[in-house]
């Protein structure tokens, strides 16, 4: 467990570490360098690098946990990756639907495998399952994410590349929008921003602004019109 600095959840919790870039919104990847660095360090968890690695031992982690949370699944890798075997997959959210005291937000890029193991899972209330919309091209995640049985969806638009246009917000309980940061990373305009929120605020999603971005993220800042968007779902 880790305690996090991601706006939007309280900790990080990561059964799974290393990915593989398959779409515009992983050119810029925070957790390829991070693990990278890690592994410089000689970090165990990533001696491997940023190979996509399980760690059985820290699946029943959240059990031991007292003080409830709201908890980020796999901030360094995605649990649906190609690489990671069904029953690893099963038995973290066995663990998810034991610990019912957290909040579990689970964030994907691959929802075809989300689609593939949905009868193998179960969806315990306090599971959140998102995808990540950056660009057009990745609505179609969305089509998965309705399809799945979690009680909480969500869309997790960061880094926003481009204007999306209108969004089919149909079932989707809350949206978290955010800029690109660090070096080489690719502006986000404002109004590509308020389009989405103006949407939310039209079809009553929960709208959660987490940051402009730039390579000086936090003189950038977080308000919009004048105001910090944290809203939640309920």
């Known amino acids: 467990m880790a ?10 919790w990561n059964p799974v570490t290393g990915c593989k870039k398959i779409s ?49 699944v796999n901030s360094m890798s995605d649990i649906f990756h190609q690489d990671v075997p069904c029953q690893f997959i099963c038995s973290v959210f066995e663990t998810m ?7 579990f937000q689970v964030l994907t890029k691959r929802p075809e495998r989300l689609d593939e193991i949905e009868d193998h899972v179960s969806w ?19 089509d998965y994410l309705r ?19 209108e969004i089919d917000l149909r079932s989707i309980d809350w949206v978290i929008v955010g800029g690109e940061s660090g070096p080489g990373y690719r502006p986000m305009e404002r109004e590509w921003v308020t389009e989405i929120r103006d949407q939310c605020i039209a079809e009553a999603v929960p709208f959660f602004f987490k940051q402009w971005g730039t390579t000086r993220k936090k003189k950038a800042g977080r308000l919009l019109d004048g105001r910090i968007w944290n809203e939640f779902p309920a």
Request: glycine share 4%; aromatic share 8%; with cysteine.
């Open 24 to 72: 515009a919104g992983c050119v810029n990847c925070y957790a390829e360098k991070m693990a990278k660095r890690l592994c410089a360090m000689k970090n165990k968890r990533y001696s491997n690098g940023f190979q996509v690695t399980c760690h059985h031992d820290l699946v029943d982690a959240p059990l031991k946990w007292r003080k409830k949370r709201m908890v980020f």
């Open 124 to 142: 315990s209330d306090n599971i959140w399952m998102g995808v990540t919309v950056e660009n057009r091209a990745a609505l179609s995640r969305m």
């Open 147 to 165: 399809r799945s049985g979690a009680k909480t969806k969500f869309l997790s638009i960061e880094p926003l590349l481009e204007p999306l246009g």
């Open 3 to 12: 305690t996090s600095a991601i706006e939007w959840t309280d900790t990080t």
């Open 97 to 103: 639907n034991k610990a019912i005291q957290h909040r």
